[in-house]
């Protein structure tokens, strides 16, 4: 097995006594970015796997986005599932600041699965590589509706290219996860006349589905229903050999990271005949956004122009003919090549 992260460090938190790993997958194009990741794992040496698979896929994510940046990651492996306290997380987050801090400017975080952007106010009281703060407190605040209308944009282009037009009205689209980024989609998909159905693991979310008049399917079940398109907007790890030949869509497009359980299900995929956006192309609106105001001094509204250009990328892999999986990465190996 070859190693080609740049870095990888693993600190414990002098306050919480907890593993933070960050790994440094590239900083060709730039300064790495990617999220702070909080969650259980069974062993802390899976938060370490986990966060070189994130990292490597940052890098992906930011060269396909056309962006001056490399990928990184940070993941702190809890102990247990249980919430943290206030006190213990705030000792949690200051221990990432001060690894973050100790990269010397190489890597900056921002909110990930776990953390979100009044977290990172606390990251930065031990380092200025903190991002996606709320606006109040200089920074560019939540990433979840920017990620939200970079999958949108990704959703018309691939829809235009497979259906025949970018409108999804009426068609049945399954969207698996109403955190954040799918409470947004939920709400955008069924303005747009689409037929929805929905889940998470959460059954409270139901009351969101009534909201916006969508179908509830349980969790294990969504994946497989019938429709045109598949929005994976929960966790990763939801495609995989076994699910591959079950499904029953034309099409798969969603910002969950890590969709895939092997390199090898992109071929199945492609062989099956149906189409999959990479999840890193597709996700990528909310580091467009946020290092697009907070490092590159762009207007939010400039920086939202830029998040939908992920149309125009997602078209220009589609063109490209054959797998979009191998085309998305033939882009990013160009972009790390000229860099």
Request: hydrophobic letters at 45%; one cysteine or more.
């Amino acid at each position: 097995m070859t190693f080609e992260h740049e870095q990888l460090t693993i600190h414990k938190g002098q306050r919480s006594g907890l593993p933070v790993a960050i790994a440094v997958h590239s900083t060709t194009r730039g300064m790495a970015v990617g999220g702070c990741r909080l969650k259980h794992y069974a062993d802390w040496r899976d938060g370490v796997a986990d966060v070189l698979r994130l990292a490597e896929a940052m890098t992906y994510k930011t060269a396909v986005a056309g962006l001056p940046h490399g990928g990184g990651k940070t993941v702190v492996a809890l102990p247990t599932a249980a919430p943290l306290s206030p006190a213990r997380r705030r000792e949690v987050l200051l221990d990432v600041g001060d690894a973050v801090e100790s990269l010397g400017g190489r890597y900056g975080t921002g909110p990930d699965v776990g953390t979100g952007p009044a977290d990172m106010v606390t990251v930065g009281e031990r380092t200025r590589w903190a991002f996606c703060r709320p606006a109040e407190h200089g920074g560019s605040g939540d990433s979840s509706g920017p990620t939200a209308e970079g999958v949108l944009a990704a959703i018309g282009a691939l829809c235009a290219h497979r259906f025949g037009s970018a409108d999804v009205a009426g068609l049945r689209v399954t969207l698996i996860g109403l955190g954040n980024v799918g409470t947004h989609l939920a709400k955008a998909l069924s303005s747009a006349g689409a037929t929805l159905t929905v889940t998470d693991v959460d059954p409270g979310r139901r009351a969101l589905a009534d909201a916006v008049g969508a179908t509830w399917v349980a969790p294990d079940e969504a994946a497989t229903a019938p429709g045109d398109l598949l929005v994976p907007a929960a966790l990763g790890g939801l495609l995989s050999p076994d699910v591959v030949p079950l499904l029953r869509c034309a099409a798969v497009a969603g910002p969950a990271n890590n969709q895939l359980t092997g390199e090898h299900v992109a071929a199945m995929l492609h062989e099956r005949g149906v189409l999959w956006l990479p999840d890193p192309v597709v996700s990528a609106g909310g580091v467009i956004y946020g290092t697009g105001v907070e490092l590159r001094g762009l207007s939010p509204e400039a920086a939202l122009a830029e998040v939908r250009g992920i149309g125009a990328t997602v078209t220009r892999i589609l063109r490209a003919g054959g797998s979009p999986h191998a085309a998305a990465k033939a882009l990013a190996r160009e972009r790390l090549t000229a860099a």
